[in-house]
């Protein structure tokens, strides 16, 4: 995508966000890693705090690939998981510099469908960037800090079951003159021994904020060796040793009950039953009484 045709698309969008919402729309003034703008919610004027992301993409390239009534849109497996993590709602947009048509797609994990380079997203036609799409915008905000953790357990449930009974080493790059500081974590489980790497970049510099953020059904502490004198000077590497919390142990199991439902209840085997005299007198009593 040409740098021109890019601003186009930007400028396409800020216009309805501004003029058609009137909320406050801010691009991002240096690149950053897919995201181009925010956008913070306005009641009559005000800024209310309720804030958006969005990647826009322009150019009639996104609109070939169709199905049905949806516009097919890919991506890398490292771009979805970044968005996932934020903890403000992420929208993609496409803007077709051709037709003038705008559409959009909140991003979230059950939209994903798993394909052999990455990820694809359907966004239906019918998803104009319009006064009609105001409220779909409106209500995808939550800042209800329980209802972000229930969704961040959601998503990585697959991940956690990995760390039941191990303990592991989580190593982080902490990339001390950018903005998105910590990344590329890379967990190095024990008992058999697993690595596992995760291409994810999050904007913070501070071990004890992005594990609540990010990690957060993992408990961690500094490992005492903190030394990696191969890394170059703007690259430290911060390493914690981390376990399973018991709360998310208990979430697995439920989500274990939750998929496979009530168990049928077995019939009695009349031989091994031991009877209560005290409940047998009361059976008794009760069918005399009828």
């Keep these: 995508m040409s740098i021109l045709k890019g601003q186009s698309g930007v400028n396409a969008v800020e216009a309805i966000f501004l003029n058609t919402f009137g909320w406050v729309f801010r691009p991002q003034p240096v ?8 956008v913070e919610q306005a ?3 005000h800024p209310n705090g309720k804030i958006l992301k969005l990647q826009i993409k322009s150019g009639a390239s996104y609109f070939r690939e169709k ?7 890919r991506g890398e497996s490292r771009l979805l998981r970044y968005w996932l993590n934020h903890n403000v709602p992420v929208f993609v947009i496409l803007h077709n510099p051709e037709t003038g048509l705008i559409i ?13 380079k990455g990820w694809a997203m359907d966004i239906p036609e019918a998803n104009t960037l319009d006064e009609s799409a105001k409220w779909n915008f409106e209500n995808s905000v939550t800042s209800d800090p329980e209802a972000i953790l229930r969704l961040i ?11 039941i009974d191990r303990p592991a ?8 003159n950018k903005s998105l500081g910590m990344r590329n974590p890379m967990f190095i489980l024990e008992d058999p021994t697993e690595i596992i790497e995760i291409d994810i970049m999050y904007p913070s510099h501070d071990p004890d904020d992005i594990m609540r953020r990010v990690f957060p059904w993992l408990t961690w502490e500094l490992a005492d060796e903190q030394e990696d004198s191969a890394a170059p000077e703007e690259v430290q590497s911060v390493t914690l040793d981390v376990q399973l919390r018991q709360e998310a142990l208990e979430f697995l199991r439920l989500e274990k009950f939750f998929a496979e439902g009530v168990p049928e209840r077995p019939e009695p085997d009349e031989s091994e039953i031991e009877y209560d005299p005290d409940y047998e007198e009361w059976l008794h009593n009760s069918s005399d009484q009828e």
Excluded at 169 to 176: F, G, I, P, Y
């Design 169 to 176: 080493v989580l190593q982080w790059e902490d990339w001390v």
């Design 43 to 45: 009641d009559f004027g």
């Design 67 to 73: 199905k049905g009534g949806n516009y097919i849109f």
């Design 104 to 116: 959009w797609q909140k991003v979230d994990a059950n939209r994903r469908q798993e394909t052999k």
């Design 153 to 163: 357990f959601s998503l990585d449930a697959k991940l956690m079951r990995n760390f």
């Design 31 to 38: 690149a950053d890693f897919g995201i181009d703008a925010e």
